[in-house]
């Protein structure tokens, strides 16, 4: 949701400008703390978030920053409102430092995940929920487009954003020897759950999926153009072997779960891995 601040008077403003946006019932706002645009924000407590800024706003100037909110299903139909109230120490007219806005939801948003998937409980989607949508920026958060209420931070190295190299005529995310943590416990069953990645890899590169910190006996996968591996962590490899993955082409990468628990792989719908054990992914701090 877009936030404008304006300073509607002749000097520039100084100390600390606090925002509070109010969400209203049946909307989520962020789960963790993040900034934009020089405002930094915390995530919802009980039904606002707060966003401070201390650099001065120009004479005359509009400043604009977003704070992501997701509308749930009892949402779909209704108006709901959103309050905002700006403050500043040195605010000599307090009479124009409030407003609303009143937003018809025709229906909640629907977590559709390419192919077709639903439900999603995690979604890092690629033309929303980041931090920032300039060329060449820097991702320090993924804000979650699923169900359940984390999201995801970056870990070592650098996410840029680049909404020119596309896949599906979509924006993508540069991982330069870097990860992405989901920063939170998704508190899903460990074996009732499915993971899908679409990715375009490099000559040389892979991407490796599986638990942050090293667990045995924890389901991992890496992938490459060339080659994927499938394993338990420090235990079983359940295959180690070539896919039909090309370098710098997009493909999708998944772990689906089957009836009791067990999992297949699967590179662009070729299947390289079939029920492989009913150990699932412990989505507990998962990592990519």
């Not at 001065?56 to 704070?67: G, Q």
């Not at 490796?208 to 994927?228: E, F, L």
């Amino acid at each position: 949701m877009p936030i404008i601040v304006s300073n509607v008077g002749n000097l520039s403003s100084s100390g600390v400008h606090t925002a509070v946006l109010t969400i209203p019932a049946n909307i989520t706002g962020p789960a963790i703390a993040f900034t934009d645009n020089g405002w930094s924000c915390g995530a919802q407590v009980g039904t606002t978030v707060t966003c401070t800024k201390t650099t001065t706003i120009a004479p005359l100037a509009d400043e604009t920053f977003y704070i992501p909110v997701i509308p749930q299903a009892g949402a779909g139909g209704t108006n709901v409102t959103f309050n905002l109230s700006i403050s500043n120490p040195g605010d000599s007219n307090t009479g124009n430092n409030t407003a609303f806005a009143t937003n018809a939801v025709v229906a909640a948003a629907p977590v559709i995940a390419p192919g077709g998937v639903t439900g999603a409980g995690f979604w890092s989607k690629a033309d929303g929920g980041k931090n920032c949508t300039t060329t060449g920026c820097t991702i320090t958060t993924w804000f979650n487009s699923g169900t359940v209420a984390v999201n995801a931070v970056t870990g070592l190295g650098t996410v840029t954003y680049d909404p020119v190299t596309q896949i599906n005529f979509n924006p993508t995310l540069y991982f330069n020897n870097a990860s992405l943590n989901i920063n939170n416990n998704l508190a899903l069953p460990t074996r009732a759950n499915s993971i899908f990645v679409v990715s375009r890899i490099g000559a040389g590169g892979n991407f490796y999926i599986g638990t942050q910190t090293a667990t045995n006996n924890t389901r991992s996968w890496r992938t490459s153009p060339t080659t994927d591996q499938w394993m338990r962590y420090n235990s079983t490899v359940f295959y180690n072997g070539t896919n039909n993955r090309a370098a710098n082409v997009p493909a999708i990468t998944s772990t689906v779960r089957q009836a009791g628990g067990a999992s297949a792989g699967y590179t662009n719908g070729r299947s390289v891995l079939t029920s492989a054990s009913n150990l699932a992914f412990t989505v507990n701090n998962l990592g990519i």
